[in-house]
């Protein structure tokens, strides 16, 4: 576990709120904060308005709360990747590459899900699937496959990459309801061989 994943362990719920953009962890993290501000107020700014045995209780709940959640996220953190993978994913992401470029999409995808399988926090390789799934018109895996590395740290040198092609999927949304409106009103505007290009184009 690197230092910086380390370090959200400190204040509950944040392991799941920053390394995962859960609701749930943000939920955790605010009554943590409540619990720790009410301990406070009452046992040095409202200590003669408030009952010690109540002070008490107050700072055992927060104590429970956060002994509870920390070791729960140290628990389920993912095992560090081994570094011996590292070449191996590498060789395989060059292979993933490749077969990308020469337009063999089941290839690729299967070299991408081999190298994700040795490094699950590989940005570029998942990127990369997103990419191919986009491009092979399997849009809803496209999506979810950005959704989800847009909110992992993996994710974060490959903003304007995972922009970009948010971008072009929704592009691909709305040339499908374009086409489905054409076949539902009966208007066909292009022959085949300039739909055959447009197709080509918006795959591109």
Same mark, same amino acid.
């Given at each position: #576990?690197?230092?910086?994943?380390?370090? $959200?362990?400190?204040?509950?719920? #944040?392991?799941?709120?920053?390394?995962?953009?859960?609701?749930?962890?943000?939920?955790?993290?605010?009554?943590?904060?409540?619990?720790?501000? #009410?301990?406070? +107020?009452?046992?040095?700014?409202? /200590?003669?308005?408030?009952?010690?045995? =109540?002070?008490?209780?107050?700072?055992?709940? $927060?104590?429970?709360?956060? =002994?509870? %959640?920390?070791?729960?996220?140290?628990?389920?953190?993912?095992?560090?990747?081994?570094?011996?993978? &590292?070449?191996?994913?590498?060789?395989?992401? +060059?292979?993933?590459?490749?077969?990308?470029?020469?337009?063999?999409?089941? $290839?690729?995808?299967?070299?991408?899900?081999?190298?994700?399988?040795?490094?699950?926090? &590989?940005? @570029? *390789?998942?990127?990369?699937?997103?990419?191919?799934?986009?491009?092979?018109?399997?849009?809803?895996?496209?999506?979810?496959?950005? @959704?989800?590395?847009?909110? /992992? &740290?993996?994710? %974060?040198?490959?903003?304007? *990459? =995972?922009?970009?092609?948010?971008?072009?999927?929704?592009?691909?949304?709305?040339?499908?309801?374009?086409?489905?409106?054409?076949?539902?009103?009966? +208007?066909?505007? #292009?022959?085949?061989?300039? /739909?055959?290009?447009? /197709?080509?184009?918006?795959?591109?």
């Amino acid at each position: #576990m690197g230092l910086a994943r380390s370090l $959200t362990l400190v204040w509950p719920g #944040m392991p799941w709120l920053w390394l995962r953009g859960s609701v749930g962890g943000l939920v955790l993290a605010l009554a943590f904060a409540v619990l720790l501000d #009410m301990a406070i +107020v009452t046992t040095w700014i409202w /200590s003669e308005l408030v009952d010690v045995r =109540i002070s008490i209780a107050i700072w055992t709940a $927060t104590s429970v709360v956060w =002994i509870v %959640a920390t070791a729960s996220a140290a628990s389920a953190f993912p095992a560090p990747i081994h570094r011996d993978s &590292d070449a191996a994913a590498d060789t395989l992401f +060059v292979k993933a590459r490749d077969a990308y470029l020469a337009r063999d999409w089941l $290839t690729a995808e299967t070299r991408l899900r081999a190298v994700l399988a040795l490094a699950p926090t &590989d940005g @570029e *390789a998942q990127l990369l699937l997103a990419t191919l799934l986009r491009r092979v018109g399997r849009t809803a895996e496209a999506k979810r496959a950005l @959704e989800q590395l847009s909110r /992992s &740290d993996s994710g %974060a040198p490959w903003q304007t *990459a =995972i922009a970009r092609e948010v971008v072009l999927l929704d592009q691909v949304g709305r040339d499908e309801d374009a086409d489905s409106d054409r076949v539902e009103s009966g +208007v066909v505007p #292009m022959g085949n061989g300039d /739909s055959a290009k447009a /197709s080509s184009e918006r795959a591109a």
